[in-house]
Structure formats: C-alpha cells, structure tokens
C-alpha cells in the first residue's frame, strides 16, 4: 500500500503561481511512475503530468507544458508540481496518484493509489 497526501492548493489570482507537493508513504518502494490529475466541477479527470521514479523522464498534457513542471525529491518521496501563469482554467481539484507498473502516464486507469486532493482555485 502507498499512502499519498498533498498540500500546496490555495486561491491565486491570473498569472500567479503555486506549488504543489505530494507525501508519500508505505510500501513507496513499489512505485514505478507519479502523476498529477485535476478535476473540475462537471469535467472528467484528467492527466496533468507524469514523471517515471527512475530516470525521472517526464511528460505532460499539452494543456499545461511549459507552464508546469513535475519533479521529485526521492530522498524524501515526495512530489512537486510547479504552476506558473495559471488562468481561472486551471481551476480544479489536483490529485497525486502513484502507479506500480509503467503505463500511460497521462491515463488515471494507470494509477493504482491516490491522494485526497488540494483544490487550486484561480480567480481572473
């Protein structure tokens, strides 16, 4: 078992920025792949970045590329993601979601273990 906790959300006005992070605990040796997922009100979740534990190749939804950044500090497992020139659409709930086996690491169906979620709330 992998227990994931974020914290990080708050409120932040167009262009501002925020830091994300995710804990993890338990049984993080069985990690292969993290990931970051947001959830609008009435919207699917859906992938935001994905880094790999090892080698740490990362990728991301074209949505957020060059405004985002996923890192890791493995001494500590713990995750990041760095938000910058946010807009009101990236306003959601953002969940940490750790997977056991190398997949799609944009597709939540990939993640076996989630967080509870941080809300990030941009106002325009």
């Known amino acids: 078992q992998v227990q994931l906790v974020e914290s990080g959300g708050g409120s932040v006005q167009a262009g501002g920025s925020l830091r994300l992070s995710c804990a993890a605990s338990g049984y993080t040796v069985s990690r292969k792949c993290m990931g970051w997922f947001r959830q609008a009100p009435g919207k699917a979740r859906e992938g935001v970045a994905g880094?790999?534990?090892?080698?740490?190749?990362?990728y991301y939804a074209d949505a957020v590329k060059g405004r985002f950044t996923i890192s890791q500090d493995n001494a500590k497992n713990t995750l990041y993601l760095q938000m910058n020139s946010l807009s009101p659409e990236d306003t959601a709930m953002y969940y940490c979601a750790a997977a056991t086996s190398r997949g799609d690491k944009l597709s939540a169906g990939a993640y076996q273990y989630w967080g509870q979620g941080t809300q990030v709330t941009v106002s325009s």
């Open positions: 880094i790999y534990i090892s080698g740490g190749n990362t």
